[in-house]
């Protein structure tokens, strides 16, 4: 197996993996769910999982970092897929509903 070295941490890498050093919170969230998160929601994402992490970190008298938000992040964003996915739901329901005029079974 061939390895690279991290020029800035010393980690050893598979030939063009990204050191996670060098990587962006984002990055670090991408890479952790397996998939791109667009700019617009992830703004939205990692403000509420700051949020989070500050909140949790003084609830418990934490001292959590990085780490850990890369997994609250993530949860959020699955959390603001689930609810974007609730509300397209209800409206389809809705127009449905409009459609059928409360004639449909
Ligand atoms: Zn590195």
């Known amino acids: ?25 984002k990055q ?27 909140f949790q970190n003084k609830l418990f008298n934490k001292n959590n970092g990085e780490d850990y938000l890369v997994l609250l992040a993530a949860d959020v964003y699955h959390e603001q897929q689930m ?8 409206q389809t329901m809705k127009e449905v509903d409009e459609l059928c005029k409360g004639q449909c079974v």
């Open 1 to 25: 197996m061939m390895y690279t070295q991290c020029s800035r941490c010393g980690a050893n890498l598979d030939p063009g993996e990204i050191c996670d050093c060098e990587k962006t919170l």
């Open 28 to 54: 670090k969230v991408e890479s952790h769910i397996g998939k791109p998160i667009p700019q617009e929601e992830w703004e939205e994402c990692e403000s509420y999982a700051r949020r989070k992490l500050n």
């Open 83 to 90: 609810s974007k996915a609730t509300i397209n739901f209800m």
